[in-house]
């Protein structure tokens, strides 16, 4: 599985394309094709304090990008990238039509990160999955 990602970079370059379309089309691509109506967004699970739906794309996005690139020095530009896109693509639904900057949404991407981060802080501590 690792290997495939390894070999297939492409796949983390096509989600992330993927995400920053969604994060910049005025709008809701999703709310259009599962409710027919570009103003709602379809909810994964109920929002607590953090956007759930922001929270699982950039889990999703960094997990696909820690399997991706596994040399130590490009993991350091991958999250100080990520942590970046997730900061900018929110700041952009400032100017966005049909989009607003909301905290709960920031904060569920820069969790949505830190949780990848942490949990290979963890398996690289204490050598889980270690041949």
Known sequence: MIKFFLKK????YFINFLVIFLYVFPGSILGLIVYNDISVQPQVTPDLVISSNHFFVFLFLTLVGFLSYLDTIDRKKLIIYLIFLSI???IFHLAIPERSFQWSDLFGNLIGVLVVIFLNNLINKYGFFKK
């Open 88 to 90: 900018i693509l929110e």
């Open 9 to 12: 970079k492409l796949l983390f």
